[in-house]
């Protein structure tokens, strides 16, 4: 291996069967919660991960026996890890559930790849697998897929023209990735990049023909809108339509993948003001609430938990927890 190429292997077959899955989840802990049972860990757990990095790219081969990660808002206020990542469907079963309310659950039994954007909560449980993944910096994504953060929790697999490209790439980016150089290595992790995107783009409509181009514009203007007046309480369904200058009906067509536009507010608001009370563990609930506005403590409660599924409280002690774990 070329000393310019980042490359790792790890096993768990070398420790002790009672450490095993704890060993796996503090290889991966720094950006992932990983549940252990009294079961596992009386059975032992296998997993190996081998990783190669190159140009701010991370790619990944992993198998491993049955378990379940998240990556909860707790999780992600308190560390930067903030890439798109493809994680790629080759054996075993693959249960992944998205978005705060209404959630998305994407059931993967073939081939295919989920999109994840590492800013926003997961949770994953997997039976005995074989995975690839690859880990990008936004700024590879973003020329190609404007808006990549809302393709989180969606699936694809290899059934239109661009993306039935993608098994052929893969099988040859395993193959010859041990021996490539550092920047033989960067080139071909970012074409894969690139092709994934495009395919992402394609399936969901953002990318491709004029009408797509349009799409991903209303989409844009429409999002930065509400986030930059997300703390306003007349930030209404009607505001949002008075200002984008579209029908009801493409407005809503616009947000329906996130549940729709009503959830679309609601779930910022929410993401926003669990990151305050990270950010100021002092501050009065009641206070977050109405910054963000929300019109009482008891409807922020609700909704929280129902999103979060724990109170403010709580997720206030889980990001302390989480913080004083590292």
Known sequence: MPAAFDYTHFDTLGTVPREQLPVWRERVGHFLDVPISRRQLADGFRGTIDTYRAGGMAFTGCRTDPVAQSRSVARISTDNVRQIVFHIAVEGTFETTTGLYPKRVALQTR????AL???QPMRMTRGPCRLLALFLPRAIIDPVLPEAESIHGRVIEYQTPLA????????????TLPTMDASAAQEALHTCALLMAAAFGKETGL???ARAVARTAMFTAARRYIDANLGQPDLTVDSVLAMSQLSRPTLYRLFEPEGGLHAYIRNRRLR???DELHRHPRRPVIEVAYGWGFNSA???NRAFKRAYDMSPGDFRAAASAINAWR
């Open 272 to 274: 926003e003001a669990a």
């Open 111 to 114: 081939p295919g790849i989920l």
């Open 164 to 175: 039935r490209l993608i098994p052929a790439q893969l099988s040859e980016l395993c193959r």
């Open 117 to 119: 954007d590492m800013n």
């Open 207 to 209: 990318t491709g023909s």
């Open 298 to 300: 008891s409807d922020f």
